[in-house]
Antibody, heavy 123, light 110 residues
Framework: EVQLAQSGAEVKKPGESLKISCQGS????????IGWVRQTPGKGLEWMGI????????RYSPSFQGHVTISVDKSIDTAYLQWSSLKASDTAIYYC?????????????????WGQGTTVTVS | QSVLTQPPSASGTPGQTVTISCSGN????????VNWYQQLPGTAPKLLVY???QRPSGVPDRFSGSKSGTSGSLAIRGLQSEDEADYYC???????????FGGGTRLTVL
């Protein structure tokens, strides 16, 4: 079964660091873009950035550039999202997503495999 | 503000057809396909439509997508109570070199 398994919920204090993970299984993890998506309480979805595991090409949304770091460990088919100094406004659910490949065409904005989400509370 | 614009809410009665719009510009919807996600309460988003009008396996044909110029639409035919959810449009943005979402539309089945 193709799936993305995310790490568990976290409760942190402002200023602390955090690294959450997203492990893929059931498909060739390194061949497909991975996206990180934020959903703040009662709000919509925001793409934070994307990474291509095969060559670690990373692109950040301007809203998140400089505040988070996206990385990948190809040896264990795992992507990461990390913060060096959390703020209360980082309280949200974070999803990873991947694949988005249909009939030989890449469609990064149409990812069909999603993790279950990681709830991060900063207080 | 989201890059793509959706109405915040929509509603319909069982059996009706509801349409949700998504407005963008030439950098996103105008030059690329539109995709739609459904998010049921407390769950991760689920891809509903890709490449403007294609449905992943398992998505009922009651859901259909279309595009005209810089706007996309999602139509839900034969509305059912289980369709009550948040719906998001998404597209690639050529100027940002990233995907972008709409703000989401909460669909209520009356």
């Amino acid at each position: 079964e193709v799936q993305l398994a995310q790490s568990g919920a976290e409760v942190k204090k402002p200023g602390e660091s955090l690294k959450i993970s997203c492990q893929g299984s059931g498909y060739n993890f390194i061949d497909f873009w991975i996206g990180w998506v934020r959903q703040t309480p009662g709000k919509g979805l925001e793409w934070m950035g994307i990474i291509y595991p095969k060559d670690s090409d990373i692109r950040y949304s301007p809203s998140f550039q400089g505040h988070v770091t996206i990385s990948v460990d190809k040896s264990i088919d795992t992507a990461y999202l990390q913060w060096s100094s959390l703020k209360a406004s980082d309280t949200a659910i974070y999803y990873c997503a991947s694949k988005g490949y249909y009939n030989g065409k890449v469609a990064i904005s149409a990812m069909d495999v999603w993790g279950q989400g990681t709830t991060v509370t900063v207080s | 503000q989201s890059v793509l614009t959706q109405p915040p809410s929509a509603s319909g009665t069982p059996g009706q057809t509801v349409t949700i719009s998504c407005s963008g510009n030439s950098s996103n919807i105008g030059g690329n396909t539109v995709n739609w996600y459904q998010q049921l309460p407390g769950t991760a988003p689920k891809l509903l439509v890709y490449f403007t009008n294609q449905r992943p396996s398992g998505v009922p044909d009651r859901f259909s997508g279309s595009k005209s110029g810089t706007s996309g639409s999602l139509a839900i035919r034969g509305l059912q109570s289980e369709d009550e959810a948040d719906y998001y449009c998404a597209a690639w943005d050529d100027s940002r070199h990233l995907p972008v979402f709409g703000g989401g539309t909460r669909l209520t089945v009356l």
